[in-house]
């Protein structure tokens, strides 16, 4: 049964480093791509970024230089950290598995989100 | 960065009543479309990938059509379960994006 769980701090402070980790269970990272996708409150949802089979990553050009998204196979886990936080960094924060078809990608398995806020 | 463009906001039906739910892209996408269903406090499931494919375990009064920029979501007769905000997402080029989003509610 895949799943996937993201952990992580639901409180960060201004200007520090969000850390973020998706583990996950019933598949193999070395099969499957993992991506990170964020919601502002119940808004329109963001795909920042995503950690591929073979452990290339690609980003959202918007999140410029601020995040990093790497991985350890041996524990299936895949993390994400962001730098520079501001508040508007505020949302809820999703890893979902991606599948690649003939029409692209798509997200079939979603992680249960973690919330977190940023605030002083 | 394609735009996803989706109508209406918000909408409510009545049970039994056929629902549609539309998504426009700003460049034809060719067919690399998908919907989403979110519950209030729970993560977006995938209904519909490749513009018209059911995904597994999803009821048969959804489906979906369209190609090139024009996209649609149709519930053919609404359930009580069927209340929740739907997304389209487009899966062709990075960065994907999805659509602001149509909240439906039961009448």
């Known amino acids: 049964q895949e799943q996937l769980k993201v952990s992580g701090p639901g409180l960060v402070q201004p200007s520090q480093t969000l850390s973020l980790t998706c583990t996950v269970s019933?598949?193999?990272?070395?099969?499957?791509?993992v991506h990170w996708v964020r919601q502002h409150s119940g808004k329109s949802l963001e795909w920042m970024g995503r950690?591929?089979?073979?452990?290339?990553?690609s980003y959202n050009s918007a999140f410029t230089s601020r995040l990093s998204i790497s991985r350890d196979t041996s524990k299936s886990q895949v993390f994400l950290k962001m730098n520079s936080l501001q508040t508007e960094d505020t949302g809820t924060y999703y890893c979902?598995?991606?599948?690649?078809?003939?029409?692209?990608?798509?997200?079939?398995?979603w992680g249960q989100g973690v919330m977190v806020t940023v605030s002083s | 960065d394609i735009q996803m463009t989706q109508s209406p906001a918000s909408l409510s039906a009545s049970l039994g009543e056929t629902v549609t739910i539309q998504c426009q892209a700003s460049?034809?996408?060719?067919?690399?479309l998908m919907w989403y269903q979110q519950k209030p406090g729970k993560s977006p499931q995938l209904l519909i990938f490749?513009?018209?494919r059911l995904q597994d375990g999803v009821p048969a009064r959804f489906s979906g059509s369209g190609s090139g920029t024009q996209y649609s979501l149709r519930i053919s007769s609404m359930q009580t379960e069927d209340e929740g905000i739907y997304f389209c997402?487009?899966?062709?080029?990075?960065?994907?994006?999805f659509g602001a989003g149509t909240k439906l509610e039961l009448k």
């Open positions: 979902a598995r991606g599948r690649f078809t003939y029409f692209g990608h798509d997200f079939d398995y």
């Open positions: 019933g598949f193999s990272l070395t099969t499957y791509s």
């Open positions: 950690m591929w089979s073979d452990g290339v990553t």
């Open positions: 460049e034809d996408i060719h067919s690399g």
């Open positions: 490749g513009a018209s």
């Open positions: 997402q487009q899966g062709l080029k990075y960065p994907h994006t």
